[in-house]
């Protein structure tokens, strides 16, 4: 996103190197449970089986009272949650402080993503003979000690292959050209370091191309280049398959934003997705060789920083996306590799309601049947961190980590939803066989019957319950 979404938090402070750690498996552990609880109480992690089939298609909308859409066929236990590193992570800090966040991390085993260049990492190619891979080894072993699902962003590209100097990234290339896209005489280059970081990370098999179209579509009142990124991608996709069969890549990393009005046909009370997005997406999809996954991002916001009709409601927009890919797409797994949900204009709201949206955001996606969803985590090393997965200080787990931990252990892409209503509409409800959550979107107490049981609710709370 252009603005509120913390990508602007490129760089990387220095950090302790960590030692490779075995990969840890992705199964659960399973443990017993109280009937109810809140956020910030423990949530025992079920085990998801490793031969669990996959969940069968389908593209029904989400709306309340209509059938629940099940995520398409992706792979067993697929996590469906997790989180982007971004300038600052666990590797970052010390090697004891590694240790605890990535320690908590493996308690719930989850999907996690690191660009190649930027976002925590410095320039992977300074020269075209030349490979830095310390920043991305250490990621990638923080993922790998805490049990991650890893996935690598291809994004951003070297200097030297969009106008710039060889050699290390210097201050002025960091802060004005790093989202600049590499040159076209430069995009087979491009194609080559992401076969090099494909055959280097062999234990990483999925992968994202670019970010954002950055450098393909700088003026979103006008089309996109998405011929350009088109040509990026295919190079990209050939390249990387060649080097690595096995790797899955998806694209095309678009952003849908919308607006109060407009023209396009993906419309709702949330305003109405940009034209430009959907000729983006359509051309791409088109002429693309191949894609594994469809991945895209938003704002539940549109460009005027606009919620409507209001902070919960603007939510929907979210389903209506997933559904709307769906249906273009043959139902291929729809990934939401970043999504944003907060005020974007210096307006910061109590912790509760943030977090009461930010799991109602989640709801959205998991009865869309999106496949993936990725928090872009806005990871400081100092000082308060709203919004943050772990603290700064300590490496201790915050409400937002425990939230994101408990839709994985709970929601993942193959979990069998049921529809579970609320008699106070006000309470938005997710459920599977043995587990639910509640979340009331008031700053009111509520007092609501859900399941056959009755429950208060404090303002924003977000309640687990047994069923």
Not at 174 to 198: G, I, Q, R, T
Not at 369 to 388: H, R
Not at 422 to 443: D, F, G, H, I, Y
Request: hydrophobic letters at 35%; charged letters at 20%; glycine letters at 8%.
């Amino acid at each position: 996103m252009s603005s509120g979404s913390g990508e602007s938090t490129w760089r990387r402070p220095g950090r302790a190197i960590a030692s490779v750690a075995g990969a840890v498996a992705l199964a659960l552990v399973a443990a017993g449970c109280s009937s109810t609880d809140t956020v910030d109480q423990a949530v025992p992690v079920v085990r998801q089986s490793a031969s669990a089939p996959p969940s069968a298609s389908a593209t029904s909308s989400s709306a309340p009272g209509t059938e629940i859409a099940k995520a398409p066929p992706v792979d067993p236990a697929w996590p469906r949650w997790g989180f982007t590193h971004t300038g600052v992570s666990a590797n970052n800090v010390t090697q004891e402080f590694e240790q605890v966040v990535a320690g908590s991390l493996a308690r719930t085993p989850m999907l996690q993503n690191q660009h190649i260049m930027g976002f925590g990492a410095l320039n992977p190619q300074p020269r075209p003979n030349e490979f830095y891979w310390e920043d991305l080894d250490s990621r990638t072993n923080l993922m790998r000690k805490s049990g991650g699902t890893q996935v690598i962003t291809l994004c951003c590209a070297p200097d030297w292959m969009k106008g710039g100097p060889e050699g290390p990234t210097s201050d002025v290339g960091w802060d004005e050209h790093l989202e600049d896209a590499p040159y076209p005489k430069h995009f087979d280059d491009f194609a080559k370091l992401s076969a090099a970081v494909a055959t280097k990370y062999r234990d990483v098999k999925y992968f994202m191309v670019w970010n954002e179209f950055k450098g393909f579509w700088k003026d979103h009142s006008k089309p996109a280049d998405f011929k350009g990124y088109t040509a990026l991608y295919n190079k990209v996709y050939d390249a990387v398959k060649a080097a690595r069969p096995d790797a899955q890549v998806g694209g095309p990393y678009l952003g849908f934003d919308s607006n109060r009005t407009g023209k396009s046909e993906l419309r709702g009370p949330w305003g109405v997705v940009n034209q430009n997005a959907l000729d983006a997406f359509e051309y791409w999809f088109e002429n693309k060789r191949g894609a594994d996954f469809i991945v895209v991002d938003g704002a539940s916001l549109t460009d005027a920083h606009e919620m409507l009709p209001d902070a919960f409601g603007a939510l929907s927009k979210f389903g209506a996306v997933t559904t709307w890919l769906r249906e273009r797409t043959g139902d291929m797994p729809v990934w939401w590799s970043e999504w944003y949900f907060v005020p974007e204009d210096d307006t910061t709201w109590p912790e509760p309601m943030r977090l009461a949206v930010q799991a109602a955001s989640m709801i959205e996606f998991a009865e869309s049947g999106a496949a993936t969803a990725l928090y872009w985590n806005p990871q400081t090393k100092e000082g308060t961190c709203q919004g943050c997965m772990w603290d700064p200080r300590t490496g201790a787990t915050l409400p937002t980590g425990k939230l994101v931990s408990d839709f994985t252990t709970w929601f993942p892409a193959g979990a069998e939803l049921e529809r579970v209503t609320s008699s106070a509409p006000e309470v938005r409800v997710l459920a599977q066989p043995r587990r639910m959550v509640m979340v009331n979107t008031t700053k009111a107490q509520v007092t609501t019957t859900v399941d056959g049981e009755e429950f208060t609710l404090r303002p924003y709370e977000i309640r687990w319950s047994d069923r």
